[in-house]
């Protein structure tokens, strides 16, 4: 095995991982239901749009590395081990947000997880005061400004019910 092929065998993975984990989003997009709601399609659509865009990246990236491998990489950047109280915050903010949702409702549980995750990521790549209340601020309104238009997308155009905080359905 000469030595593009011993490099490429990673990048091959890659690709095929995605291919793979595009198919497996594509076999759960076939048992949601696929009525149309009050946008005009149904709760599947988005899962087929990711699923195929999963398949033709992967697929893009096998073709990448078979013929000549992923090309002008930089090299892997950050320390060589993992940073574990990264990984604390970022599983703080998802069990954050599977433990409120319900309670609080999409747009609030999800803003959290948002400010916990990239708290994690502030602090693992070594950012000066990242709980400072300029970032924190900064922080919490990114993930207002995600959590918010997500949550209307999915009640309001594609009728899926998801926690509010009211029963107005803007909250």
Known sequence: MDEHSKAAVP?????????????ALAAGALVIPSAAGYGGVGPNFLPWVVAVGLAVCGALMLRESRTGGFREMDPPAGAERGWWPGLVWVSAGLLANAALISRVGFIISCTICYLLAVQGLRRSQGQANPSSPRVLLIDLLGGLALAAPVFWLFTKFLAINLPGLTNTGWI
């Open 11 to 23: 990048q091959v993975m890659v690709g095929v991982g995605v291919v793979l984990l595009g198919a």
